[in-house]
């Protein structure tokens, strides 16, 4: 059984700083795509940022404010959010796209969600 456990969420002020961490663990072969996506009151879950191997994406909401990083010995994903705004208020979720087996298919995983709240 594979588990993701997030950590780091919080509340801040608008302006400051929060650090989020994700690691998988349980029966994992490899990791293919790590990523964070939140969800607003009201609103879709809608993707943060992504890695894949080097290569990183954002939402344009929060390119130039937020990092995605990766430790792959610990399969541990991490958000570094800066300059964080009101309207980053979500409830944050950790995302894996990992293979259980050799040579088997991908399986998708959730983390339980941490919640995120800026205050203005």
């Known amino acids: 059984q594979v588990q993701l456990v997030e950590s780091g969420g919080g509340l801040v002020q608008a302006g400051g700083a929060l650090r989020l961490s994700c690691a998988a663990s349980?029966?994992?072969?490899?990791?293919?795509?790590m990523g964070w996506y939140r969800q607003a009151p009201g609103k879709q879950r809608e993707l943060v940022a992504g890695?894949?191997?080097?290569?990183?994406n954002y939402a344009d909401s929060v390119k130039g404010r937020f990092t995605i990083s990766r430790d792959n010995a610990k399969n541990t994903v991490y958000l570094q959010m800066n300059s964080l705004k009101p309207e980053d208020t979500a409830v944050y979720y950790c995302?894996?796209?990992?293979?259980?087996?050799?040579?088997?298919?991908?399986?998708?995983?959730w983390g339980q969600g941490t919640q995120v709240t800026v205050s203005s």
């Open positions: 349980g029966s994992i072969f490899s990791i293919d795509a």
């Open positions: 890695i894949t191997g080097a290569t990183t």
């Open positions: 995302n894996a796209v990992l293979m259980v087996v050799a040579g088997g298919p991908n399986y998708n995983y």
